[in-house]
């Protein structure tokens, strides 16, 4: 018999136990090993609880049984749960963990000590909840040169957008509808800002391109400033304003991660995704582009990833090494800057006639792709052009309203 302990009573880490009753049976036959969860930690308690008996209020009872050999961290933040995991993992405990800052702030620290140790510290539910993404890309598809990775990693905004676009609700109302369903938190700035998505990008890029990419090296853009008028443009263009998570690897092999809100062409599987769904994009060599679409978040959804990393750590016996990646890179030689960005962009504007948008664009060099009465799109150009293209026509008395870049596949 072997324990699992639970750490964090919340929506995940319950959505964790009962799954595992639900699916038990199935769970040891998969794992052939004797499986139960030995301990649930949490500073409540909860009286009434079908596992209440199982509730403990101390990390050391579950360091100091040798029985326990597997620890679903469900707690969020980073502190206590890095001081925690460290300490599982320390004592010979394979730890897996639903907590994108945790992992997105101390990935590597944390994958260092369990490969000294000789245990894993998975995070598959850290990123797209029920989406398997963090395996594939270490696994399945380790054979490829992977040049590129972008999604839509966060659900509260996506369904945001969604109200936008097609029940043209304004950003306020479609964050009070998300706020009532219980999408969005009271103080929603972790999903609109954007950091919820930044975190997740972090996770991704380091895991694809080998070095620990933190937070603070991602320009991070959300929507709070995305309006009705925007959307429409982008409907207009034949596309749909979504927050994009995104990194790609440039030619001189620095990597670019942004999020920020971009309009997807129609003719993209992304510009389906649709509510609090999440999906993410992969390219590489040998694959050319494949899609991972799935609920991104949500008690159950989530638990299915936090066990299925349990499943597997029963099943190996030693650290996995291909999900490892180094810590950060000194200096700033591997995160580029955002000033290197690349794409199309839509310049939302005041009224302007066809004839400036094509002088202005001819003078500084991109292409016209298309044009409204209030804004146009033009092609893929770094920021330098993006800012002249701006500044001459304001000089041609456009006002410039919003720019969003265009998700170029
Ligand atoms: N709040 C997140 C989202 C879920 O809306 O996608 C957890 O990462």
């Given at each position: 018999?072997?324990?699992?302990?639970?750490?964090?009573?919340?929506?995940?880490?319950?959505?964790?136990v009962e799954l595992f009753y639900r699916n038990q049976k199935k769970i040891e036959k998969n794992t052939g090993t004797s499986l139960e969860v030995g301990?649930?930690?949490?500073?409540?308690?909860?009286?009434?609880?079908?596992?209440?008996?199982?509730?403990?209020?101390?990390i050391q009872v579950i360091l100091d049984d040798p029985e326990v050999g597997y620890v679903a961290e469900c707690m969020g933040g980073v502190n206590p749960a890095f001081d925690f995991v460290r300490r599982c993992l320390e004592?010979?405990?394979?730890?897996?963990?639903s907590n994108k800052q945790l992992v997105a702030e101390k990935g590597d620290i944390l994958l260092q000590i369990a490969k000294e140790h000789h245990v894993n510290f998975f995070f598959e539910a850290s990123v797209g909840g029920a989406i398997p993404i963090i395996r594939p890309l270490h696994t399945c598809l380790a054979a490829n040169d992977i040049s590129a990775v972008a999604g839509i990693l966060n659900g509260t905004t996506n369904f945001i957008l969604e109200k936008m676009i097609h029940a043209n609700m304004s950003f306020a109302d479609a964050l009070e509808l998300a706020q009532k369903k219980g999408y969005a938190e009271k103080d929603p700035s972790a999903d609109v800002d954007g950091g919820d998505a930044c975190r997740k990008i972090c996770i991704l890029s380091s895991l694809v391109f080998g070095k620990h990419?933190?937070?603070?090296?991602?320009?991070?853009?959300?929507?709070r400033d995305v309006t009705l008028e925007d959307v429409k443009l982008a409907c207009d263009f034949g596309g749909v304003v979504k927050l994009i998570g995104a990194v790609k690897r440039?030619?001189?092999?620095?990597?670019l991660p942004t999020v920020m809100p971009m309009v997807v062409l129609n003719d993209s599987l992304l510009s389906h995704v649709n509510g609090v769904f999440n999906a993410v994009m992969?390219?590489?060599?040998?694959?050319?582009?494949?899609m991972f679409y799935g609920r991104g978040a949500g008690k159950l959804p989530t638990a299915s990833a936090v066990l299925g990393d349990i499943i597997d750590e029963v099943k190996k016996k030693d650290t996995?090494?291909?999900?490892?990646?180094?810590?950060?890179?000194?200096?700033?030689?591997?995160v580029a800057?955002?000033?290197?960005?690349?794409?199309?962009?839509?310049?939302?504007?005041?009224?302007?006639g066809s004839g400036v948008f094509a002088r202005v664009a001819e003078e500084v060099g991109v292409e016209l792709i298309n044009t409204r009465e209030n804004g146009c799109m033009i092609g893929s150009c770094g920021q330098k052009k993006a800012e002249a293209f701006k500044q001459k026509l304001a000089a041609e008395g456009v006002a410039i309203l919003s720019r969003i870049p265009v998700l170029a596949e």
């Open positions: 018999m072997k324990k699992i302990a639970v750490l964090g009573y919340g929506v995940v880490g319950s959505g964790v301990y649930i930690l949490d500073l409540r308690d909860f009286p009434g609880d079908p596992y209440a008996d199982k509730v403990v209020h101390d004592a010979g405990k394979s730890v897996a963990t990419v933190y937070p603070d090296q991602v320009f991070t853009r959300g929507i440039l030619e001189d092999g620095r990597i992969v390219w590489g060599d040998g694959i050319d582009k494949t996995v090494l291909s999900q490892s990646w180094e810590p950060a890179a000194e200096g700033n030689d591997f800057p955002v000033s290197e960005f690349y794409a199309p962009r839509c310049y939302r504007t005041s009224p302007c």
